[in-house]
């Protein structure tokens, strides 16, 4: 951290204000890096995944694993829109370092028009299996959101005739935590996963039905496709609070069986690409990004480090029931100190250190072996 002059003008400053003034001009710094480019880098861009880039597909949908409502999108431009964070999620900022000007539709409300810029099928509570997080009602499984992709796919030939575009688009797919939060980890009521396998014998079942449905988008036309590895969830406040720690700041045994996921995840990459040389799929190592120690981890270490309570990083709303924010509760001021904005999900400032750095690597870890902008040149 000693290389960086910034750090010594802060020390000069009081208060919460010069804290959000700082980091607030770093952020500024990074993003007019890549954005303010006219044209886009590319034609269209498909998301797939869960809360964690969900843009609003729950809202009519019967169930728990919802966001539409504040202070969810107290920072969001359009407000509250079912973005389970305060602002705009890992993916929107990707779509805006893409150069895409407006938010890709959720599938759930998008016209015909808007299918061949791209559509977000992302769904709160749903995962890889399609068990996964049930106990809270209806969520769109990655089988289901690949449907729905291959009707999007089907209009799309109906009325342009030629979909080769599609191999020109970039393609991601943050998926699995709901995986292990809402079903390895929740074990005996409505899950037996977490009695059935080991670690890595539940990675493996993950990363072989991950690898069809990967192929399945493959057969769809997606070529160049960005796997999010898991965040480190033993560090996220739902766990912290069901589980002993024994004195560190993470409950361990559930980062290591995060790790099993993600060792494998990024073998199945390197599969994908001997297997479908004319593809290029990339893992996004979104753990290191956020919780590797010791490096100089860009926006992310500032902030953590101007802040104790970031570093404890209890979420910024107040809860009702296990992770979501209460409904018009008033959420903590200053959200980019905090890490995490209700028991489970990231705050926008969290995203902005993903999606900056699964954009252009700043580690040669961060990304493998492509970070995004290589994605849409190769
Ligand atoms: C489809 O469009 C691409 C360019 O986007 C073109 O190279 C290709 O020849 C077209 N294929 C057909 C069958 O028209
Ligand atoms: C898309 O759906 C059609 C109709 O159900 C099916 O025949 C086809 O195999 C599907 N495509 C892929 C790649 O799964």
Redesign the pocket.
Known sequence: MDHHPCLYTQTHMDGDLGKLVFVTALILLHFGKYVGSDEPQVPCYFIFGDSLVDGGNNNHLETKWKANYLPYGIDFPQGYTGRFTNGRTSADIIGQFLGIDDFIPSYAIATIDQFSKGVNYASGGGGIQEESGHHNGDRVSLDRQLLNHNSTVSSLSRVA??T??LKECIYVVNIGSNDYINNYLMVGKYYNTGQIYSKDQYAEVLTQQYSQQLRTLYNLGGRKIALFGLSHIGCIPYMLKRFSTNGKPCVGWINDVIDAFNYKLKALVDELNKDKSDARFTFINTAGILFAQGVFNEIYVYMIFFSERALQSPPCCQLTGDWACTLKSVPCPIRSLSVYFDAIHPTELSNMAIATRAYKAVLPTDAYPYDIYHLTKV
Do not use: P, Y
Request: hydrophobic share 25%; net charge positive.
């Open positions: 005739k030629n080769t575009i």
